[in-house]
């Protein structure tokens, strides 16, 4: 989640988290954009700046992805809470504000008509069951939409490495930098970041989570940070999501960051729930 006003309740329920996952986790930090990448223009007119709100109000902002036209995959840390939201889907939302209506609707936003936490979601543990579903009150109609990798697919990269394709895109709306220059602009970008492992770090157990980092031996080839939550990794260059950001290793969005996984049969189980 990108720090602006918008987001200062959601600084305290953050501490609250990290405090809470201290013997776990003390530099794993919730990942709300994506730094150093390239603007995404209409590459991925599917993935969206959704604001949440808690009590009614506006509270932060995170990314998600159109499975179809009406379901939104995105972060379980976005969704826990929230008394409802709105998405946008311009690629760049920061040059409409405020005709847009960003962030509390109107304009051209799209509002939730229901918001869904995976139910074995725990804020004190949030990057176990990581994983949210928004749906929308209109449909959005597109000629591609996310889908779900095949279950599985993560481990299958991991074991044969070298072997098949390693790096994949991520999407999202979050801040482009944080030292030495604060960049926190509302507009779609994308990277490309290599896989590091699926077997855990920092008292995460293996299964659930992926570690990225951005591709070794090219600079400022981009990596997610905060904004970027529950925006999209994607397999290569194609539509299919493998995970969605959900953590980093550090509070300046540098070295490894961290997904949660949409491979698994258990998470695919409930969001496919939405999808009948």
Not at 50 to 71: E, I, K, Q, Y
Not at 121 to 145: M, Q, R, S
Not at 233 to 241: A, L, P
Request: glycine share 14%; aromatic share 10%.
């Amino acid at each position: 989640m990108v720090r602006n006003p918008l987001h200062l309740k959601r600084r305290s329920r953050l501490s609250a988290i990290l405090i809470a996952a201290a013997l776990l986790l003390a530099v794993v930090i919730p990942a709300a954009a994506v730094t150093f990448g390239e603007l995404d223009g209409e590459d991925h007119p599917y993935v969206g700046l959704m604001v949440f709100d808690v009590g009614g109000s506006p509270a932060w902002r995170c990314s998600g992805t159109l499975l179809s036209p009406t379901v939104m995959l995105t972060a379980g840390h976005c969704t826990f809470g929230t008394s409802g939201g709105r998405v946008w889907f311009e690629s760049d939302v920061q040059s409409g504000i405020p005709e847009n209506g960003y962030p509390s609707g109107g304009g051209t936003s799209i509002e939730f008509k229901a918001v869904y936490t995976n139910p074995n979601y725990n804020d004190g543990a949030f990057y176990l069951f990581d994983v949210g579903i928004a749906i929308l009150k209109k449909p959005v109609h597109t000629d591609t939409y996310g889908v779900l990798a095949d279950i599985g697919t993560l481990d299958g990269l991991a074991t044969q490495r070298g072997l098949q394709e390693q790096s994949f895109t991520v999407v999202g709306y979050g801040l482009q930098s944080v030292k030495p220059t604060l960049s926190a602009d509302r507009v779609r970008y994308r990277g490309t970041v290599n896989l590091i492992d699926v077997s855990g770090t920092a008292g995460i157990p293996a299964g659930t989570s992926v570690l990225l980092t951005n591709n070794p031996g090219k600079y400022a080839t981009g990596g997610t940070c905060f904004g970027d939550s529950g925006g999209p990794t994607f397999w290569g260059d194609s539509n299919v999501i493998v995970a969605v950001t959900s953590f980093g290793l550090n509070a300046n969005c540098k070295g490894l960051g961290g997904g949660y996984r949409v491979d698994t049969a258990d998470d695919q189980a409930w969001i496919n729930t939405f999808l009948k």
